[in-house]
């Protein structure tokens, strides 16, 4: 759908140096596309991390004006997680892709940038023109400091309007700073069918579904033809 998160500028987000994006990234579709992954950038002033069409799926840093390109490593499949690392430490942008394992799969460094980034007052946004894509986590970080960091985890959203097709809330975050999310997304619900069951308390005693009291063969001899005998 078309989603996108977006924060309101603060100081914190104007890094000159010594910066750390970290974007956790599922591709459904490793086609090539072109979309934005991480942005805080107004034309040739700030940074931002996208995906781009480079001969295939790649991923592009921009500094200012400097860019930096790497291409998707075949070894990440589609609908698997990969992580993203992109730092800049004047005057080099340095991009690192790791598997869901955590095993570098690819990386790349270029060398010409600022001296400092150039701040901006731009949003901080998330996820624009994605397409079959589901980012996971962000992180920016200036040195060791963590300045914002949007982990998605359920209890840390919150639905605040669902007119259909567009469906907006809030994302909080997890670092100390507390730069919350709007999120937007595009879901249109026309011609979805749904059937409410009926209620039924559970909290009283008798009518919680018993817990059996002995082991349960999940795989046990002969069992889909593994004889590992495992129990719960």
């Not at 805080?40 to 799926?57: E, F, K, P």
């Not at 095993?103 to 001296?115: D, E, F, H, L």
């Not at 998330?126 to 920016?140: E, H, P």
């Not at 046990?220 to 593994?226: H, K, L, T, V």
Request: negative net charge; hydrophobic residues 35%.
């Amino acid at each position: 759908g078309g989603d996108s998160i977006t924060v309101a500028h603060h100081a914190d987000f104007n890094i000159a140096d010594s910066l750390t994006l970290h974007v956790g990234l599922e591709m459904l579709n490793t086609a090539a596309q072109a979309a934005t992954l991480v942005t805080h950038r107004n034309g040739s002033a700030g940074y931002s991390l996208s995906l781009v069409d480079s001969s295939g799926l790649a991923i592009r840093s921009q500094v200012d004006s400097v860019t930096c390109t790497l291409s998707w490593p075949a070894a990440i499949t589609a609908d698997e997680n990969a992580y993203i690392d992109f730092t800049y430490t004047s005057p080099t942008s340095t991009i690192t892709i790791y598997d869901s394992d955590g095993t570098q799969a690819a990386t790349t460094s270029c060398g010409a940038g600022p001296a400092s980034i150039t701040a901006t007052s731009t949003a901080f946004t998330v996820g624009s023109s994605l397409n079959q894509a589901i980012v996971r986590d962000v992180k920016l970080s200036s040195g060791a400091a963590t300045n914002l960091h949007w982990g998605f985890n359920p209890s840390a959203l919150t639905e605040t309007g669902s007119t259909n097709p567009t469906y907006t809330g809030t994302v909080t975050d997890e670092s100390p700073q507390g730069h919350n999310g709007t999120y937007s997304m595009s879901r249109d619900q026309t011609n979805w069918e749904v059937t409410i069951g009926g209620v039924r308390l559970v909290s009283a005693g008798g009518a919680i579904p018993p817990t059996p009291v002995t082991s349960v063969n999940l795989l046990g001899s002969d069992q889909f033809g593994f004889g590992l005998g495992l129990t719960v």
